[in-house]
Structures are given as structure tokens and as C-alpha cells.
């Protein structure tokens, strides 16, 4: 959704222009994938990740117009809610000392930005949802200013015809209503990007699947919204139903989310593409003057604006893109399982196992997807974000005798899946130094079974042993989480609590 939207409104004509353009993109998208016109193999990876702005007393801070005029850096743009930024990182070559270097770049970036918040009372949080918002801070009112919040609200609202409820039944019970969409604000992610060739990417995509719960099992860090204890990633529920189009009647009918796991495994992009036309409504029915197909008949390569639009408003976990660079189409799935933080060290930790399993596991002789259901990779993600690292995941038994198994998510990981990622990321080139660091701290918090969320659960409730009242307790919580991912130091080294004042 980085486009540059226009708010305004629509007619009735407009959708079904738009639709006309939506399927000539299609039959381009299909064209050029029939005369192979994608790029090359460039083992290209990209970062994205959304951030919080907060106060010295841990509350959100509604002002990141002021502070990205501070930032003055095209890395750093606006997200969806006035206490959000995102930082982008330029892609890199998936190769020797890349995750060091990513690690120093985004040091270097979020030091800048934190140095610059602080100028008017400001800093710079990762953390999946900061614990300290409440039901007054989000609302329409503390949008970003920017058209296109706007207009994807507004849609969205229309589509709905109601207010959203938002039900979340945790460690504690979540229920509120919301007349916007700005509670999906409070989910800050890391997206992860990969280039891949179209023969390459339902691979790509089916691992990524696959090891979506593993993901959140091992990095969950949002277990609280509200002032409530929900899941021990609350994320992926509170989006899907602040996102939520359909009205009570149409999910009774099995009418698709537009954020979702998925239903099957696939065996090509073009799917999931072709999907997105077949079951979601446009919600922001923006034409571009480009005829696709006129330009593919002249030998160019067209832009397919409207089909990127589109699939920007379909929110699925592990996403396809397309894009074009210097002039040559690419294909990239787009990982958005993860939410942000605890460290710089933790989130690249956090990729560099993602980017080892989905390189050993598509190019594996018998394919994971081959011997795990979908439906138990989807039971998987739900498992992991009900309960964190204390999750039992359901994985193929190894051997001949084959099946399936259901194993703690730490024991998987630790004694399968990190060989395998170093495996991955050997065959990436990347350096054995990077390799053994950063997955080393995945095994650090596999052996401690410390999390982003466990840490902040435990802190939370010494606090309130020490005689907090809840508010305080969570205030005091952020205010420790925000000193402590300063440090740097992974998050399972952290100390538990907060200290007596």
C-alpha cells in the first residue's frame, strides 16, 4: 500500500472499469510468465519493519508527521496510525556477511531515528503491540494523515456496513468494537522479502507456509492489547478482525477473510493471484492509464498497477509480489508473520532462520508440504499464537515409517529445524560466522524458553506482585522493554522485572 492514493470517492462505474483492468493485469501477469520474461536468479532479500513511537513514560506518542520531518530520510516513511513509522531496508544479496551488515544498518538507522524522536519528547519502540494503548487511541481521529489511510478506511467501513467487534478470548477476554479500522495500527511487524523465479516460487511459498508457526512460536511478542493478557501473539487475530468486510451473515456463509492462512498448498504465483480476483472485492478502485497488454505487445513490461493495488489489500501472511526493477518484472513472496522486535539482534536472528528454512526445505527430496496437511500448518499457526514457545506444533515424524507427530515447538526447532537452517543458509554462501551467531540466539531462546512475549508476560506480572495496579504494571513493563532493547542484548538474556525504584 505504499501507492500514491487520492482520496476521493467512487462511482458505480469505477469498480467495474477497475475490474475490467484487474483481469487484463492478469492475462498479463500470465503472458509474461509464459514468455519467461522474469529476472534472473538474484538471491535478492528486503526488510521492512513497522515501528511505535512512545513517550519517556512508555504511553504512545501520536506524532510521527513531526518526527519523520525530524528524520528527514526516505528509509523511514508513515504507517497507518500517528504513533507508527516504518523503516525500509534496500534489498541485499543473500551472501556472506549480510545479516551483520543488515544488523549495523539497522543499528546505525534506529539510533538516528530515536536521536531525532527524542527532539520532541519522542522514541522509537519494536514490539509487536505496545502494551500501554488503549481503546482512545484508536480511533479514525489518530489515522496518519496521508490519503490513502483515509480512503482504505473508508472502504473498508463501507464494505462492513458496521462496527467492527473485536473478540479475542486469551489468557484474558478481549471485547470491543471499533468504528474504524485503526486497531490494526497496533500491529507492527517485520515483513520479509525474497526474490525468487517463477519456477522457484510455490516452493518458496509452501515452505514459508509450512514453517509459519515455527516463526511464531519462537518470536512471538504481543501478548497485550487493551490492558488485557490475550494470545501470545495477538496480531494475526486482531487484524483479521479489524479488517474484517464481512458482517456476521456472510462469515456464517464461509465467505473468505481478507486476512487469512491460506486454504491449500500451491504450485504456482499465478494462483494466488487469479485467487485474489476470484474472492475479494476492490477496495480502492484506482485506474492507471497503462494498457498491459498494449505495452506487452509493443515488448514492453507493464506496471500492473491495478493488480499490485489489489493484492495490497489482500492480507495474507506470506504474500506474492510483483514488481519491476530497471526496467525487468521479479517475482518476491513476503513474509509478514513476525511482529517487531525485542532487538536488532533478535529480528535478524528471526531472519536468518526464516531465510535457512525456506531454502533447505524447498529444494528437500520429499517436500515438507508433501507430508504435512495444510490444515495442520494452519492448526500450527493458530497453536503458536494462542501459546507462544510453550507451543506443541504437529510436524512429519522423520524416518521411513513416516506420519505425524505432535512435538514442543523448542525440541522441533532446536533438534531439526536449526540444523536444517544452517543447512540453508550454507547453501545461501552466507558466512559461517553470521550462520552460528544469529542462530545461535534462536537456540538461546529455544534452551531458556524466553521469548518477546514470555518476557513480557512474566515482567508484568512480577509487577503487579510488587504491588502494581495494572495500568501502572504494563506502563512500567514497556517503559523496561523499551530501555532493555536499547541495550541490544537478545531477549533471552534479558532480566526478568522490574527494577525497585
Known amino acids: 500500500m505504499g501507492e500514491k492514493v487520492v482520496a476521493g470517492t467512487f462511482d458505480l462505474s469505477d469498480r467495474q472499469t477497475y475490474r475490467r483492468k484487474l483481469h487484463q493485469c492478469l492475462e498479463g501477469l500470465e503472458r509474461l510468465l509464459a514468455e519467461q520474461r522474469f529476472d534472473r536468479p538474484r538471491n535478492l532479500m528486503g526488510m521492512e519493519i513497522e515501528l511505535n513511537l512512545t513517550g519517556a513514560d512508555g504511553m504512545p506518542r501520536m506524532m510521527n508527521g513531526e518526527v519523520l520531518q525530524r528524520i528527514a530520510s526516505q528509509d523511514f516513511q508513515t504507517e497507518l496510525g500517528l504513533f507508527n513509522l516504518e523503516v ?20 546505525t538507522g534506529l539510533g538516528y531515528a530515536h536521536r531525532k524522536a527524542g527532539e520532541v519528547d519522542a522514541g522509537i519502540t519494536m514490539i509487536g503491540i505496545l502494551p500501554t494503548l488503549g481503546r482512545a487511541d484508536l480511533v479514525a481521529s489518530n ?40 486497531p490494526e495500527a497496533a500491529c507492527t511487524s517485520v515483513q520479509l522479502h525474497l526474490q525468487v523465479t517463477p519456477a522457484r516460487f510455490a516452493a518458496v511459498w509452501n515452505a514459508a507456509q509450512a514453517v509459519a508457526g515455527v516463526q511464531i512460536a519462537i ?30 451473515e456472510l462469515r456464517n456463509q464461509g465467505v473468505r477473510p481478507r486476512t487469512w492462512f491460506g486454504e491449500r498448498w500451491v504450485a504456482s504465483a499465478y494462483e494466488l493471484f487469479r485467487e485474489n480476483l476470484r474472492y475479494y472485492p476492490p477496495l480502492l478502485p484506482i485506474c492507471d492509464e497503462e494498457d498491459p497488454l498494449a505495452v506487452l505487445d509493443t515488448g514492453g513490461v507493464p ?75 494452519e492448526e500450527n499457526f493458530d497453536t503458536a499464537c494462542r501459546h507462544g514457545i510453550d507451543a506443541e506444533l504437529i510436524w512429519p515424524r522423520t524416518g521411513r515409517s513416516g506420519g505425524l507427530t505432535r512435538i514442543p515447538a523448542v525440541e522441533l526447532v532446536r533438534d531439526e529445524l536449526l540444523p536444517l537452517a544452517a543447512e540453508g543458509l550454507d547453501a545461501w554462501n552466507i558466512a559461517p560466522a553470521d550462520r552460528d551467531h544469529y542462530l545461535g540466539v534462536i537456540e538461546g531462546r529455544c534452551r531458556r524458553r524466553i521469548n518477546g512475549a514470555s518476557w513480557q508476560t512474566d515482567t508484568y506480572h512480577r509487577a503487579r506482585e510488587a504491588g502494581l495496579g495494572r495500568h501502572a504494571a504494563l506502563a512500567a513493563t514497556t517503559r523496561r522493554y523499551a530501555e532493555l532493547m536499547r541495550g541490544g542484548e537478545p531477549v533471552h538474556s534479558w532480566p526478568t522485572g522490574v527494577p525497585a525504584a
Not at 496521508?146 to 478506511?153: E, I, M, P, S, V
Not at 511478542?221 to 456476521?248: V, Y
Not at 528454512?357 to 495444510?374: D, I, Y
Open 219 to 248: 518470536g512471538a511478542n504481543s501478548p497485550f492489547l487493551f490492558g488485557r493478557e490475550l494470545w501470545r501473539e495477538s496480531r494475526p487475530p486482531l487484524f483479521q478482525q479489524a479488517t474484517d468486510t464481512r458482517p456476521p
Open 303 to 377: 506496471a500492473l498497477q491495478e493488480l499490485v493495488l489489489h493484492n495490497g489489500t489482500v492480507y495474507r501472511w506470506n504474500r506474492p509480489v510483483y514488481g519491476v526493477a530497471d526496467g525487468v518484472p521479479h517475482l518476491r513472496v513476503e513474509n509478514r508473520v513476525l511482529p517487531a522486535g525485542p532487538t536488532v539482534t533478535d529480528v535478524i536472528a528471526n531472519a536468518a532462520l526464516y531465510y535457512g528454512l525456506v531454502r533447505a526445505l524447498a529444494e528437500a527430496s520429499r517436500p515438507v508440504w508433501t507430508r504435512l496437511p495444510f490444515a495442520a500448518a
Open 143 to 182: 489515522l496518519s494523515e496521508a490519503d490513502r489511510y483515509t480512503l482504505l478506511n473508508d472502504q473498508i467501513v463501507a464494505a462492513r456496513g458496521e462496527d467492527f467487534s473485536l473478540d479475542i478470548q486469551g489468557v484474558e477476554h478481549l471485547l470491543s468494537t471499533a468504528s474504524s479500522i485503526t
Open 88 to 107: 525500509n531496508i534496500v534489498p541485499h544479496p543473500l551472501q556472506g556477511r549480510v545479516f551483520d551488515q543488515l544488523a549495523e544498518e539497522l543499528r
